[in-house]
């Protein structure tokens, strides 16, 4: 599986180099911006990332702005929020506006916000392969719908219901599916 994309947002360097750092270790592909401005263009760039880590207090803007539009643009990537400047209202903000997956203040303890990140990325994973799925059964809900349509006679009541399926198809799809998302499993 590729790796895990996740941008970070923060006008401090020091900020973004240790972020860096420290997630680069896990293998992550890290992209880092010191700008909204910046950040939006990486965006565009990459069309979009799993996980932003954005600072509240950018110097061209809110963090809260900044992952309100991400959220627009972009509604599958998950949003952790920090600051080093806590209040409640930011917090309310983000997590109602934005979204924000969590609220993180700094100084940040390293192991807990790695942790944070991968289940931030588990969770990504999950909603992911749960559109996969949902893709799988539509499928299958419009190859049955067609075939009932097609073939009134095989209809019978549900608990005792015969239908030919298209095996070839829907073994494919589940093959791709496993493929993608399970590398190396047979």
Do not use: C
């Not at 009541?157 to 198809?169: C, F, G, N, Q």
């Amino acid at each position: 599986m590729a790796k895990h994309t996740i941008l970070i947002v923060d006008d401090e360097v020091n900020i973004l180099n240790s972020l860096s750092r420290l997630l680069r270790v896990e293998e992550y592909e890290v992209i880092t911006a010191e700008s909204i401005a910046d950040a939006m263009e990486k965006l565009k760039k990459e069309g979009g990332v799993d996980l932003i880590l954005s600072d509240n207090r950018l110097s061209d803007g809110q963090g809260t702005d900044f992952l309100v539009k991400a959220k627009q643009l972009y509604p599958d990537t998950i949003r952790i929020l920090f600051t080093g400047y806590p209040d409640l209202d930011s917090a309310i903000s983000a997590i109602n506006k934005g979204q924000v997956y969590r609220y993180i203040t700094k100084p940040w303890n390293n192991d807990e916000l790695k942790m944070v990140v991968k289940q931030a990325l588990d969770y990504y994973d999950v909603l992911r392969d749960n559109k996969v799925l949902l893709n799988i059964a539509k499928q299958q809900s419009q190859m049955l719908t067609a075939m009932e349509t097609k073939y009134p006679q095989a209809k019978v009541e549900a608990d005792k219901s015969l239908y030919i399926i298209d095996e070839k198809r829907v073994s494919e799809t589940l093959e791709e599916f496993l493929k993608k998302y399970y590398p190396g499993q047979k």
